[in-house]
């Protein structure tokens, strides 16, 4: 059964520093998703991604974000200069279309640590 | 704006005993209605969700939802639990406009004994 993978499964970095997060999603998805949960918190929309650009984007995703599709099955999250509030577990999702209500799969999650 | 509130972050239940996890939502368009699933060590999974139609929806595993507008309400039900149903269940919402963005409630983790 296809399934969107991300890796790492986990990731600690230094307050500062530069992390890619990285997703396959399923192969004939068109539509790619950013998600994070903090600890104790909602999971919350990050961007949505559609036809190698940005469709939408959520007040969290400041210039420190940023998104890329490099090649024609990766899709990175970005964040330049990691702050400790960016710890956070990091899901990446894809559907085949964009109309709500088409199922959107889900990666396990990155849990990203910021020391 | 669209907001999600899952009133219960824990629910422990026996198993094959009933259980309701509770859902409401606001918002000022129309939405679309979903339950997603997440087992331990595993991504979000759909259960089931509400687009139009029957109020009432239902998974292939025996969990249920009934859509209420005036309530505003898309409350889970299963009427015999399993050992193999303790996971966190997030409840999702989606504006009927929109290019697919989900905003969540808080999860509930269902805790299933013996």
């Known amino acids: 059964e296809p399934e969107v993978t991300q890796t790492p499964s986990h990731q600690v970095t230094q307050m500062g520093q530069e992390v890619i997060l990285r997703c396959v999603p399923i192969?004939?998805?068109?539509?790619f998703y950013w998600y994070r949960q903090i600890l104790g918190q909602k999971v919350e929309f990050l961007v949505s991604?559609?036809?190698?650009?940005?469709?939408?984007k959520s007040e969290i995703f400041d210039d420190q974000f940023s998104v890329e599709r490099p090649d024609g099955s990766n899709f990175t999250l970005k964040i330049r200069s990691t702050k400790l509030e960016d710890s956070a577990m990091y899901f990446c999702?894809?559907?085949?279309?964009?109309?709500?209500?088409?199922?959107?799969?889900f990666g396990q999650g990155t849990r990203l640590t910021v020391v | 704006a669209q907001s999600v509130t899952q009133l219960d972050s824990q629910v422990p239940v026996f198993e094959e005993a009933p259980v309701e996890l509770r859902c409401n939502y606001s918002?000022?368009?129309?939405?679309?209605l979903f339950w997603y699933v997440q087992y331990p060590n595993q991504g979000l999974q759909l259960l089931l969700k509400?687009?139009?139609?029957?109020?009432l929806v239902e998974s292939i595993n025996g969990f249920e939802a009934e859509f209420n507008k005036s309530q505003t309400s898309f409350h889970l039900r299963k009427p015999s639990v399993h050992i193999s149903d303790t996971a966190e269940y997030f409840c999702?919402?989606?504006?009927?406009?929109?290019?697919?963005?989900?905003?969540f409630g808080q999860g509930t983790t269902l805790q299933v004994k013996p």
């Open positions: 999702a919402v989606s504006p009927t406009s929109n290019t697919g963005k989900l905003i």
């Open positions: 192969s004939n998805h068109l539509y």
């Open positions: 918002s000022s368009v129309s939405v679309y």
């Open positions: 509400y687009l139009s139609g029957s109020t």
């Open positions: 991604f559609y036809n190698n650009e940005i469709s939408e």
């Open positions: 999702a894809s559907s085949q279309a964009g109309r709500t209500g088409t199922e959107a799969f």
